[in-house]
């Protein structure tokens, strides 16, 4: 039985002191169906200089945590908050440190950090970059990612 390592699917942050940082937050109005919403700007930033700076909304991030869980199946990705779409400016500041707490869990595991769910979370400075990743990951099948030696 073969098994995979943090090594076999290499990151550019891959056994890197890395942290992010929820920096600030814009509400936006969005369309007639959607109303408003948050997007939260996040920088990361590696041992070695690297950064990273993205926007991400509320559904961004619920939907990294789904991707990581699947990917990962044996590692507890930590939880989220109850998902709600308030804005007002309490209320976004408690999603905002909650959501600053699920990150700093991530970058303490190194298979979640190294996850590509995760980098792609981080680096894909477009948001339709991360929501055309989110869409490709959805449609992958758990079959296509088990191997018949595990």
Known sequence: MQTSSTTDSATAINFKRTTSKF????????????????MFTIGTEADDGTTYKVQRTDDDIYS???LMMVATPHVMVPPLPKKTLKTAPKKIHKRQRLYQRFVNAVHKSEILKTSKAFFNFISMSERNEWLQAVKTSERTKIFDLVTDDG
């Open 23 to 38: 920096q600030e937050y814009d509400i936006r109005k969005g369309t007639f169906l959607q109303g408003e919403y948050v």
């Open 64 to 66: 990294l945590r789904k």
